[in-house]
Every structure is written in structure tokens, then in C-alpha cells.
């Protein structure tokens, strides 16, 4: 579609129920006609609003003129010898339209026995600044709307259709902080947790977070909202100072507060993830820091080994994170290892930073 056609077009993909009813009585039909769209989109995933006939050829014609929808253009995909496939996609450009330039963002698919987990993007690129991030040296490009982040899951979703398992996990981990795009995550999650919409549980759906309480605090205030997990990474602030300078703003007492307040449902526990920076945050003192940081809230630690890359960090040695493991299960603290997917095509869940230049690519990457 043309640039300028483009932008006198509003997406319909993102809208909620309410938007999609209010569109149809504005264009002069009944609002149920707007619950067929909504129902068309998320439950059918189908998008050609010119082959919907059980919509009136008129409205069809109305919204053809008026509307578009648009999932993110697909430029690239890396498929990895583990079956984890990461997708490099082409969103609008910046939101007042000014230029036709299009912005990348990442998604990554991870296959498994009997499920299938989805790691998109909110923000292109981020301003939280990370030490350990590669996303971070991107600055924060610009928001991520409702629309295109449920475009992520569908775009990975029907490369896939052909061997889907029956259930599909989504984590929001890519790039981003989600809790800096508040509106625009909730709007998507809504639609992608509504048992009329994608029908993906709650329980299948997890918001990472570097610790943005006044976000945190939102959402702790939500009906229906994803499961939680913070980005821990250190067991001091002068520690988590260095490599997350959010933490100056949110240091670690009022976080983990906020952490001890969080309303958790009965089948529930916040998740902690802890990337093991070699010599930096993985010593048993470490360890006994981080379990008593957690004592008495019920969490379950993800220890993520750090993966090299282009940042002066080292991968930790397997007997700390075996012994950094040991230290806070016998502190009653669960902690799990997880090793990132898909490395070999740089696609490491969450962190993911490609650089293009010129056609020419340099890709970066490190997991947390
Ligand atoms: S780790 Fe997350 S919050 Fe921190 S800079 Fe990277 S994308 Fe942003």
C-alpha cells in the first residue's frame, strides 16, 4: 500500500471489541457488526475484510475505503538447529506518519513437546540502558502499538500453522520494557486473553519487567492481567547500580515491596530472572544475598546464564551456576537453569539487538 494511502487509513488489527463496535455504528451499521470483525480477526485470525460474507457488501466497501489492516511486514526469519525461529519484521514508520521510513522489531518462536512460546517485542528498541543489553545501545526507538504487538503472534503463529501445538505461551520479553508502554500492552494482552478474542490463558502469558513500580502497581490493579516476572540480576543496589541504572530511580527494598504487595492469584508466583554474569553477580555470596532479597515472597528464580557477546561480560563457570542453583534451593528459594534458545541464530529470549546498515547486518545478542 502506498505511504500516503497508508496513513489516511487507520489499522483496524489491535482495536478492542468496544473500538470495533463503536466503527461499525459510525459507518452506519448495527454494533454487532463490529463484534463480527473482532471475532474474524482474533478467533479466525482472518484479515481480508474484501472475503468476510457474512458482512453486507456495503460495509465491507466502507471499511475497504476507510480502514486497513495490517499485520507487520515480514522481512527475515533465522531458523535455528533447535526448531526456535527468530523473525526480524517491519513496522510503520514513527507514529505522526512524518517519514516513510519503516522501524524492524524482533519476535521469536520457540517450539517444544506440547506447546509453543512466543516472545515479542514491545518497544523498538529501549531506554531502561541496561549494561548487559544489547537492545539498550538501540535507545528507544519508538512505541510498539496494541495492533502491531498481536500482529508479532500472528505473524509467528501462521509461519507455524501447519504444526501447531495445542497450546501457545506468550512471553514479553523481547525488546523493550513493557511497563513503558503501558496502554498499548494492556490493550494487546485484553484482546490476546479474552476467551472470545486469541483465548491464550493468563496462566500462559508473562510480562518481564526491570522493575517499573508505578507499572507494577498498575497492573497489580488489573482484573486480568499476565503473570509477572522482574529482572533481578544483582544482589546488591550498588551492584544492580552498575548494569541497571533503573535501579537508582527503584532500588531494591521498594522493588521488592512492591514485589511482597503484589496481589498474586492462588495458582501464582512472580517469577525472578537472574542472568549469571561470570566474576560479576554469580559467587555463593551472591547466592545467599539473592535468597534472603526473596525470603518470604513466593517466587521461582529462572538463572540465566550469560551468553558472550559484543559487552565486557563473561559466561559464568558451570560449577557457580550449579552451586548458585544449590545455595538458593537449600535456602528454600526455587531456582531453575534455563539456557536460551535458539543462540546459534542469535535469538537468545528477550535481548536482541540487530543492527542493519546499508542492507549490510550486524547482529548482536545476549539473553536474559
Ligand atoms: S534488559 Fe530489557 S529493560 Fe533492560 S535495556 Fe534491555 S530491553 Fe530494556
Same mark, same amino acid.
Given at each position: 500500500?502506498?505511504?500516503?494511502?497508508?496513513?489516511?487509513?487507520?489499522?483496524?488489527?489491535?482495536?478492542?471489541?468496544?473500538?470495533?463496535?463503536?466503527?461499525?455504528?459510525?459507518?452506519?451499521?448495527?454494533?454487532?457488526?463490529?463484534?463480527?470483525?473482532?471475532?474474524?480477526?482474533?478467533?479466525?485470525?482472518?484479515?481480508?475484510?474484501?472475503?468476510?460474507?457474512? *458482512?453486507?457488501?456495503?460495509?465491507?466497501?466502507?471499511?475497504?475505503?476507510?480502514?486497513?489492516?495490517?499485520?507487520?511486514?515480514?522481512?527475515?526469519?533465522?531458523?535455528?538447529?533447535?526448531?526456535?525461529?527468530?523473525?526480524?519484521?517491519?513496522?510503520?514508520?514513527?507514529?505522526?506518519? &512524518?517519514?516513510?521510513?519503516?522501524?524492524?522489531?524482533?519476535?521469536?518462536?520457540?517450539?517444544?513437546?506440547?506447546?509453543?512460546? /512466543?516472545?515479542?517485542s514491545?518497544?523498538?528498541g529501549c531506554?531502561v540502558?541496561c549494561?548487559?543489553c544489547l537492545t539498550a545501545t538501540l535507545?528507544? /526507538? +519508538?512505541? @510498539?502499538?496494541?495492533?502491531?504487538?498481536?500482529?508479532?503472534?500472528?505473524?509467528?503463529?501462521?509461519?507455524?500453522?501447519?504444526?501447531?501445538?495445542?497450546?501457545?505461551?506468550?512471553?514479553?520479553?523481547g525488546q523493550g520494557?513493557?511497563? *513503558?508502554?503501558?496502554?498499548?500492552?494492556?490493550?494487546?494482552? +485484553?484482546?490476546?486473553?479474552?476467551?472470545?478474542?486469541?483465548?491464550?490463558?493468563?496462566?500462559?502469558?508473562?510480562?518481564?519487567?526491570?522493575?517499573? @513500580?508505578?507499572?507494577?502497581?498498575?497492573?497489580?490493579?488489573?482484573?486480568?492481567?499476565?503473570?509477572?516476572?522482574? &529482572?533481578?540480576?544483582?544482589?546488591?543496589?550498588?551492584?544492580?547500580?552498575?548494569?541497571?541504572?533503573?535501579?537508582?530511580?527503584?532500588? *531494591?527494598?521498594?522493588? *521488592?515491596?512492591?514485589?511482597?504487595?503484589?496481589?498474586?492469584?492462588?495458582?501464582?508466583?512472580?517469577?525472578?530472572?537472574?542472568?549469571?554474569?561470570?566474576?560479576?553477580?554469580? &559467587?555463593?555470596?551472591?547466592? +545467599?544475598?539473592?535468597?534472603?532479597?526473596? $525470603?518470604?515472597?513466593?517466587?521461582?528464580?529462572?538463572? @540465566?546464564?550469560?551468553?558472550?557477546?559484543?559487552?565486557?561480560?563473561?559466561?559464568?563457570?558451570?560449577?557457580? /551456576?550449579?552451586?548458585?542453583?544449590?545455595?538458593?534451593?537449600?535456602?528454600?528459594?526455587? $531456582?531453575?537453569?534455563?539456557? &536460551?534458545?535458539?543462540?546459534?541464530?542469535?535469538?537468545?529470549?528477550g535481548q536482541l539487538a540487530?543492527?542493519?546498515?546499508?542492507?549490510?547486518?550486524?547482529?548482536?545478542?545476549?539473553?536474559?
Amino acid at each position: 500500500m502506498p505511504f500516503s494511502e497508508r496513513a489516511n487509513k487507520s489499522n483496524l488489527l489491535g482495536k478492542s471489541l468496544e473500538e470495533l463496535r463503536a466503527l461499525a455504528v459510525s459507518l452506519g451499521e448495527p454494533a454487532y457488526r463490529g463484534g463480527q470483525l473482532y471475532h474474524a480477526f482474533y478467533a479466525e485470525k482472518r484479515f481480508d475484510v474484501a472475503t468476510m460474507a457474512n *458482512l453486507p457488501a456495503g460495509f465491507r466497501q466502507k471499511l475497504l475505503d476507510t480502514t486497513r489492516v495490517a499485520l507487520p511486514k515480514f522481512l527475515r526469519k533465522y531458523p535455528s538447529a533447535d526448531g526456535t525461529v527468530r523473525y526480524v519484521l517491519a513496522i510503520d514508520a514513527p507514529d505522526d506518519f &512524518s517519514s516513510n521510513a519503516e522501524t524492524t522489531i524482533e519476535t521469536v518462536f520457540m517450539p517444544e513437546e506440547n506447546r509453543q512460546t /512466543i516472545c515479542i517485542s514491545t518497544q523498538a528498541g529501549c531506554a531502561v540502558d541496561c549494561g548487559f543489553c544489547l537492545t539498550a545501545t538501540l535507545g528507544l /526507538i +519508538r512505541n @510498539i502499538s496494541a495492533g502491531e504487538m498481536l500482529g508479532q503472534v500472528l505473524v509467528a503463529l501462521e509461519d507455524h500453522r501447519a504444526a501447531l501445538k495445542p497450546r501457545t505461551n506468550i512471553v514479553l520479553m523481547g525488546q523493550g520494557e513493557p511497563l *513503558l508502554n503501558y496502554d498499548a500492552v494492556m490493550a494487546a494482552l +485484553r484482546i490476546l486473553m479474552d476467551p472470545k478474542g486469541m483465548a491464550i490463558s493468563p496462566k500462559h502469558v508473562t510480562l518481564s519487567t526491570s522493575g517499573i @513500580i508505578p507499572g507494577i502497581e498498575r497492573l497489580a490493579q488489573e482484573t486480568i492481567r499476565p503473570k509477572l516476572a522482574i &529482572s533481578l540480576n544483582a544482589s546488591n543496589d550498588e551492584q544492580r547500580n552498575t548494569i541497571m541504572p533503573i535501579n537508582r530511580k527503584y532500588p *531494591l527494598e521498594t522493588l *521488592l515491596d512492591a514485589c511482597r504487595r503484589y496481589p498474586l492469584r492462588t495458582w501464582e508466583h512472580l517469577t525472578i530472572e537472574y542472568v549469571l554474569l561470570g566474576g560479576f553477580n554469580d &559467587s555463593p555470596e551472591d547466592a +545467599r544475598r539473592v535468597a534472603r532479597l526473596l $525470603a518470604n515472597i513466593h517466587v521461582k528464580v529462572n538463572l @540465566i546464564p550469560w551468553n558472550p557477546g559484543n559487552l565486557p561480560y563473561q559466561p559464568p563457570d558451570a560449577d557457580r /551456576i550449579e552451586e548458585f542453583r544449590r545455595t538458593l534451593t537449600e535456602k528454600d528459594v526455587p $531456582a531453575f537453569v534455563r539456557y &536460551s534458545r535458539g543462540q546459534d541464530v542469535m535469538a537468545a529470549c528477550g535481548q536482541l539487538a540487530l543492527i542493519e546498515s546499508g542492507g549490510a547486518q550486524a547482529l548482536a545478542q545476549i539473553s536474559v
